[in-house]
């Protein structure tokens, strides 16, 4: 009921088939609702559709003690999405907002796309049933497929979905940016026993439990970097003399890896020697990879300064 008064009390006029649409229920039990609304003291427009009247002392006083309508949220949406990273306290207020407004509000933002996939992803956990992400991109395959699965929950930021994924038959987190679009499945979920969040690192890497801990010393400059792009980091920080050690669980070495390799000059690997082993063999293989590119335009060079001659 309040979540239907939150969205009456906006400019909006609603038609019944679009608050059928929201709230999942028939039009008599909708009709009997606004119903009460009417009977609690409030006024409703009804002519072209339904919206709390202007004016009114009760309706003003119900604007007052909600403090938003869905227009005025959607641009403290829009203005929270303009601020660069991620913050405990941006993801808590996003969290609060969509939890409440159920995203609806926010179609009209320039990430609409993005959003109608979490809407149609939100409409399937309600009723239970399968989804399909159409062309997903997958970095782990490599690969662009349709795959099938059971969405139960988002991140907190709403970039990523928990699915258990029907193929592999395991738990994965999705992004929301690499589905291409979402087509809900006429399929009820099948496998809700096995719906279970995995492990995720302070970098966004899952895995069924932590694969170990791995520490490091950082140089300010690092350490500045760590918790501005990875926030979640900040509790496993001790300031030492000159420098930061952090101790990290992770899912496996690829997040942290990426961003050890990127900041090698102000960072030093305390353990585990797995770890150092895996940062060592990117390099070589790096490196390997550098010293073909120098034979291969060598050669190039010399040929053509042959030809040239």
Not at 50 to 69: D, E, M, T, V, W
Not at 81 to 106: C, Q, T, W
Not at 134 to 159: C, H, M, Q, W
Not at 260 to 281: R, T
Request: charged share 25%; hydrophobic share 40%.
């Amino acid at each position: 009921m309040l979540r239907l008064l939150m969205m009456l009390s906006g400019s909006k006029l609603y038609l019944m088939r679009e608050l059928q649409s929201r709230f999942g229920m028939s039009a008599r039990n909708l009709s009997r609702d606004l119903a009460l609304i009417e009977n609690a003291g409030f006024l409703l427009e009804r002519a072209n559709g339904y919206r709390l009247q202007s004016g009114i002392k009760a309706n003003r006083n119900l604007k007052n003690l909600l403090h938003f309508s869905e227009e005025e949220i959607s641009i403290l949406y829009q203005t929270l999405s303009h601020i660069e990273g991620d913050s405990p306290v941006k993801e808590r207020l996003v969290r609060k907002m969509n939890a409440f407004y159920d995203l609806k509000a926010l179609e009209q933002l320039r990430q609409s796309d993005d959003l109608t996939k979490v809407q149609l992803i939100r409409n399937s956990i309600d009723q239970g049933k399968q989804v399909r992400l159409i062309k997903y991109r997958s970095s782990n395959s490599n690969r662009i497929e349709d795959r099938t699965v059971e969405a139960f929950g988002f991140l907190p930021d709403y970039r990523a979905v928990w699915c258990y994924d029907v193929k592999s038959d395991s738990c994965k987190q999705f992004k929301i940016a690499r589905m291409q679009s979402v087509e809900l499945s006429p399929s009820a979920w099948r496998y809700e026993d096995k719906h279970r969040e995995p492990f995720t690192d302070v970098f966004r890497v899952s895995a069924m439990k932590p694969f170990t801990t791995v520490e490091l010393l950082l140089t300010l400059k690092a350490y500045n970097l760590l918790i501005e792009e990875y926030p979640l980091s900040v509790s496993c920080i001790k300031s030492e003399t000159e420098a930061y050690r952090v101790k990290l669980p992770v899912a496996n070495y690829n997040g942290i890896g990426r961003f050890v390799l990127g900041l090698m000059e102000e960072v030093e690997i305390i353990k585990p020697v797995g770890f150092k082993k895996h940062i060592h063999k990117k390099i070589e293989n790096f490196l390997k990879q550098g010293q073909i590119l120098a034979v291969g335009w060598g050669n190039f060079v010399g040929e053509g300064a042959g030809g040239g001659g």
